[in-house]
């Protein structure tokens, strides 16, 4: 039986990491969990120390490609479910249908898109489905990306360049009634807005050296 790690990068997310890790934590196909707190200064490692998981503590703020990478070299499992702190409804079932078609189709890499939970966050996804921060994924794959922390928000796009690259077989899986906190309900619109444009940076970044490589 194959090994699943779930990763969750969070930089202050401490009022939502809470409901993700209740989740996770009960999930049986789920062998390893692993938060790492990207410099957060709120209560976020204090909140996932309460569970039973590897808590890493960045001391500084890398970005969430960063944090992945981080807590990747401490991963030992053969699929990781990449999912983000600071999701809203997340159910047991999303798990399982993002992990099992690695396990029994021989799929690479299974991609979240949020379906029935807000407009905002549902008409985002549709848009853009390749942004998506929940996935399950081969670890050997993420292994092959050499360049994850430089990347930052870049991460998912470069994780989806690079599985379609290789050939490797991907399925879009729908995810009922979830939704996320967007980046200015977090932060505040100025903040928020702001830290919207840096990752649209970090993502056009990527696509351009893409590009240019073809
Ligand atoms: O520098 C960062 C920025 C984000 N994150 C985490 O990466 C995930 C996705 O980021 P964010 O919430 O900003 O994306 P959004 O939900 O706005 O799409 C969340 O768990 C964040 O806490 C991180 O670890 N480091
Ligand atoms: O869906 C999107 O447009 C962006 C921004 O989400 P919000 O507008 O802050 O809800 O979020 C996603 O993109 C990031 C980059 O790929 C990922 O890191 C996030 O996990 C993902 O939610």
Redesign the pocket.
């Known amino acids: 039986m194959m090994s699943v790690a779930a990763i969750i990068p969070a930089y202050n997310e401490e009022k939502t990491i809470g409901n993700v890790l209740n989740v996770v934590s009960n999930c049986s196909l789920i062998n390893e969990i692993i938060v790492v707190s990207d410099g957060s200064w709120d209560n976020t490692v204090n909140i996932a120390k309460n569970y039973n998981v590897k808590v890493i503590e960045l001391k500084d703020n890398i970005g ?1 490609g960063g944090a992945i990478k981080a807590g990747l070299k401490e991963c030992s499992s053969d699929i990781v479910l990449l999912l ?1 702190a600071d999701l809203i409804g997340l159910r047991e079932n999303h798990v399982y249908d993002l992990i099992t078609p690695i396990i029994h189709e021989n799929i690479d890499m299974t991609v979240g898109i949020f379906k029935n939970g807000r407009a ?2 549902d008409i ?2 549709k ?2 489905p ?5 996935r399950a994924v081969r670890k050997l794959i993420l292994d092959e990306i050499k360049d994850m922390d430089i990347v930052r ?5 470069t994780l989806t360049i690079h599985v379609n690259k290789k050939g490797y077989k991907i399925k879009d899986i729908y995810l009922d009634d979830i939704t ?5 309900e977090k932060l505040g619109f100025i903040n ?1 807005f702001s830290s ?1 444009l840096r ?1 649209y940076k ?2 056009l970044k990527v696509i351009s050296k893409s590009v240019s490589n073809k």
């Not at 928000?153 to 796009?157: D, K, L, Q, R, S």
């Open positions: 969430k983000d905002i966050t985002a996804q848009i853009a390749d942004l998506s921060g929940q928000y870049g991460i998912e796009v996320h906190l967007t980046k200015e928020g919207r990752m970090d993502i």
